[in-house]
């Protein structure tokens, strides 16, 4: 095993015009994803923050500095949750970003399979896809 540093996250694949944050397993959605995009001409960064907290600061500068267009994914809920400590961060530091956090939504969520909960809260790979299409002004597929 390999020692991973406190509150680092790593850049998964360099990309333009929009940035794809993961924390957690729901990067493999977002490498998915981002394979799939590269096939359509999109080609969205994908940074694993790894740390909600600490977050990684110079890392999210980074990120901040170079797009204007950001997804967030997340495990967990939305409100509250990795997308909104994002937010935080770029309001604290005078960013300004268009930011779609994906995740479980503030509503009860019926039984199912991991992957139909997924599909159903939609922070799932296609999920993933469709919000890097809207956020770069594209068409989104069902």
Same mark, same amino acid.
């Given at each position: 095993?390999?020692?991973? @540093? #406190?509150?680092?996250? /790593?850049?998964?694949? !360099?990309?333009?015009?929009?940035?794809?944050?993961?924390?957690?397993?729901?990067?493999?959605?977002? %490498?998915?994803?981002?394979?799939?995009?590269?096939?359509?001409?999109?080609? @969205?960064?994908?940074?694993? +923050? /790894? &740390?909600?907290?600490?977050?990684?600061?110079? +890392?999210?500068?980074?990120? &901040?500095?170079?797009?204007?267009?950001? =997804?967030? %994914?997340?495990?967990?809920?939305?409100?509250?949750?990795?997308?909104?400590?994002?937010?935080? &961060? +770029? #309001?604290?530091?005078?960013?300004?970003?268009?930011?779609? /956090?994906?995740? #479980?939504? $503030?509503?009860?969520? !019926?039984?199912?399979?991991?992957?139909?909960?997924? *599909?159903?809260?939609?922070? $799932?790979?296609?999920?993933? +896809? *469709?919000?890097?299409?809207?956020? %770069?002004?594209?068409? =989104?597929?069902?």
């Amino acid at each position: 095993f390999k020692e991973i @540093p #406190i509150g680092q996250g /790593r850049k998964i694949k !360099d990309g333009e015009e929009i940035a794809i944050l993961t924390i957690g397993h729901v990067g493999n959605f977002a %490498v998915e994803a981002c394979e799939k995009l590269d096939l359509e001409g999109f080609h @969205p960064a994908h940074y694993d +923050m /790894r &740390f909600v907290k600490p977050l990684d600061e110079s +890392m999210l500068h980074e990120v &901040f500095t170079r797009f204007q267009k950001i =997804v967030t %994914v997340e495990d967990g809920c939305i409100t509250g949750g990795f997308g909104s400590a994002v937010a935080e &961060f +770029m #309001i604290t530091h005078n960013y300004s970003a268009n930011i779609t /956090r994906l995740g #479980i939504p $503030d509503k009860f969520i !019926d039984h199912g399979t991991q992957p139909e909960l997924y *599909n159903e809260c939609e922070y $799932d790979a296609k999920a993933i +896809m *469709n919000a890097v299409r809207q956020q %770069v002004g594209n068409a =989104v597929f069902a």
